[in-house]
């Protein structure tokens, strides 16, 4: 089109113009005065859609990928916390059961009902001579107190407490009188120091008569809380106090206590300590006690990796939207000079004018927007392989994190291995010196005092096997696998005929099925099947006949081994806590053990690359199941 003929068009569509408009209707008016984005142009409109939808798109993008980063170092975080906080809880619930255990028999060795009923000198030095012993080396943070029934102070051995608040005193009276057996008291205030009480009633005929009440300081456990804080961080605080939110310390001085509606929170907290920083936490109650841990961990620094990850995310995100918003722009540039040809082209025509035709080269246009699109398709590769880039580097640092983990439980592992061969040698003492006093004073000793000796001997005994079972459950993850054929059934037939042996009176009904071979370490093995026909022999001791089975099904066709009997089960509500060490569904006194048998089942079995669980009734039986794969993981 020359210049001439747009020149003309122009002054025509001018001189026409008022007539247009007059004879146009109101409709056609506001049709041609349109809406503010109808009038912008494609050059513009084109690089506002495209930054507004590269916005969405890679701002979704960014931000569903640091949810999940979010999520992932949320749990991981929540993990460790737990973890922590449970060992903790765990090693404190163990020492409370061996002190309330201490202060129940205290009763018996220091014969105190026989002494608040009838006082006298010889019973007075049986009394102050067992709470001298209970005290023993912790007189500078420990006392033993044997109280009336009026709560009036008879005698007391070890650390001189200041007298005690009469509410306190009222507190741990109203607190043992409820308890057939010793309990632990919360932490209080006494001058600078944290103090805990276990208090047990002496009772007569079922009335009170007084109570014996142990005063301990709390003391420092820096290596116990370094080497717990050392799982999850330097940063780590590891915090003890009471439930109730009133008593709170870091094992070394008292500490504000943690919101009352964080102490509530059964999974991952977050809550901001006074002034201070905000944190994570989480909370585990002490078995048995009023107690709770508490393991803190800065927020900023659990969730620095994936604030830097958003960080470089949005930059990247507005690199790449700036990127195709230019790249648009001059895609726009492109398209619209030959629209604007064409319509000057068709308002030529529409006039009446002759046009020039426009080639409109097709080719040439979808070919350059296609070289655009394989130059954002470029971007966003590249802009995915930094976002691998920024995955991997996180799961490197996870990797580390995991590393350092693995290091600190080997070292707890020793750690828990040398504190068991150091318990031996005072055992050994304790055992050794109660049967010289058997054997060479028998004679002059009361039939109450044999009963002690009888209890100390037992409870020595208990806690060997204790230990022992203890270091079978930690060598179980340091010694290599040696796999091999096994012969089930005759494993199983040698193990039951061992136990026979070993109770010949008892009536025992035990059947061994044909079961298949098996692929594992022999002796392994066997200890499994020790450990779970001595559980069901255990458990229908009450059963006038009892019947085991240890058979096999298959599932899928894979063996499930498992050993079954008609004992009195237990509720499958507990079932999780079963495998757990220390774990326990039925009362010590009702049948014995250490709590450890199950665990080393779970242990050897998941070393072969298998799993067990158990399903039963109560009074109905029990049933244990174990898989033994070919190919083992070694863990």
């Not at 146009?24 to 041609?32: E, G, L, M, Q, V």
């Not at 930059?315 to 230019?326: F, K």
């Amino acid at each position: 089109m020359n210049g001439a003929t747009v020149s003309e068009t122009a002054r025509a569509e001018q001189a026409s113009a008022p007539e247009r408009a007059t004879a146009a209707s109101p409709a056609s008016r506001r049709a041609s005065i349109g809406s503010g984005w109808s009038r912008l142009s494609i050059a513009t409109k084109l690089p506002l859609i495209l930054a507004i939808l590269l916005s969405v798109v890679f701002g979704g993008m960014t931000a569903a990928v640091y949810q999940q980063v979010k999520a992932s170092v949320l749990a991981v975080a929540s993990e460790r916390l737990a973890r922590a906080g449970q060992q903790m809880a765990d090693l404190l619930a163990t020492s409370m059961r061996q002190r309330t255990t201490l202060v129940n028999g205290l009763i018996e060795r220091s014969n105190a009902a026989a002494y608040l009923q009838t006082p006298s000198p010889e019973l007075q030095d049986q009394v102050v001579r067992a709470l001298a012993r209970q005290v023993g080396a912790a007189s500078q943070s420990a006392a033993v107190e044997l109280w009336t029934a009026d709560r009036r102070v008879l005698h007391a051995s070890g650390f001189q407490f200041p007298p005690m608040a009469e509410n306190h005193s009222l507190a741990i009276a109203v607190a043992a009188s409820q308890s057939k057996t010793a309990v632990v008291l919360p932490y209080r205030r006494v001058a600078n120091d944290l103090m805990y009480s276990v208090a047990t009633a002496v009772r007569r005929d079922e009335r009170v008569i007084g109570y014996l009440v142990e005063r301990r300081k709390l003391t420092s456990a820096a290596p116990t809380v370094a080497l717990l804080t050392g799982l999850i961080g330097s940063d780590a605080k590891l915090l003890l106090g009471n439930a109730a939110g009133d008593v709170w310390t870091d094992l070394s001085v008292s500490v504000p206590a943690p919101p009352l509606s964080a102490l509530a929170t059964t999974g991952l907290a977050q809550y901001r300590r006074g002034d201070g920083p905000a944190v994570l936490a989480r909370f585990v109650p002490v078995a048995d006690t009023p107690w709770l841990v508490a393991v803190e961990f800065p927020r900023d620094t659990v969730m620095g990796p994936a604030q830097r990850f958003l960080i470089v995310a949005l930059g990247l995100s507005a690199l790449l939207t700036a990127g195709g918003v230019l790249t648009g722009w001059r895609l726009s540039r492109r398209i619209t000079i030959p629209l604007r040809q064409v319509t000057e082209a068709a308002e030529a025509i529409a006039a009446d004018r002759s046009a020039a035709r426009i080639e409109v080269r097709r080719a040439d246009e979808v070919g350059r927007l296609a070289q655009s699109f394989n130059s954002m398709a470029a971007q966003v590769e590249d802009s995915r392989r930094r976002l691998e880039g920024l995955v991997e580097e996180l799961e490197g640092r996870v990797t580390h994190r995991t590393a350092a983990l693995e290091a600190a439980n080997r070292e707890l592992e020793a750690f828990s291995y040398s504190v068991s061969h150091d318990l031996r040698a005072p055992l050994r003492a304790v055992d050794g010196f109660a049967r010289i006093l058997v054997e060479d004073h028998g004679r002059e000793l009361t039939p109450e005092a044999r009963k002690c000796l009888d209890v100390i001997t037992d409870r020595t005994r208990h806690m060997g096997n204790l230990i022992d079972d203890l270091l079978r459950f930690s060598r179980l993850g340091r010694q290599p696998l040696t796999r091999g054929s096994i012969d089930m059934t005759a494993l199983a037939t040698t193990v039951a005929e061992d136990l026979r042996r070993a109770d010949p009176e008892r009536a025992v009904d035990i059947t061994v099925d044909p079961l298949p071979p098996a692929q594992g370490e022999r002796s392994l093995i066997k200890q499994v099947l020790v450990n779970l026909m001595q559980n069901a022999l255990k458990f229908t001791r009450s059963r006038p006949q009892a019947h085991i089975v240890v058979g096999c099904r298959h599932d899928a066709g894979d063996p499930v081994y498992f050993v079954r009997d008609n004992g009195v089960g237990f509720d499958m509500t507990y079932a999780d806590k079963l495998f757990g060490v220390f774990q326990r569904l039925h009362r010590a006194e009702d049948f014995e053990g250490t709590g450890v048998g199950l665990a080393i089942v779970q242990r050897i079995i998941n070393r072969h690359g298998g799993r067990v669980w158990a399903e039963a009734a109560i009074d109905q039986g029990a049933t244990f199941f174990f898989t033994l794969p070919e190919k083992a993981e070694q863990s």
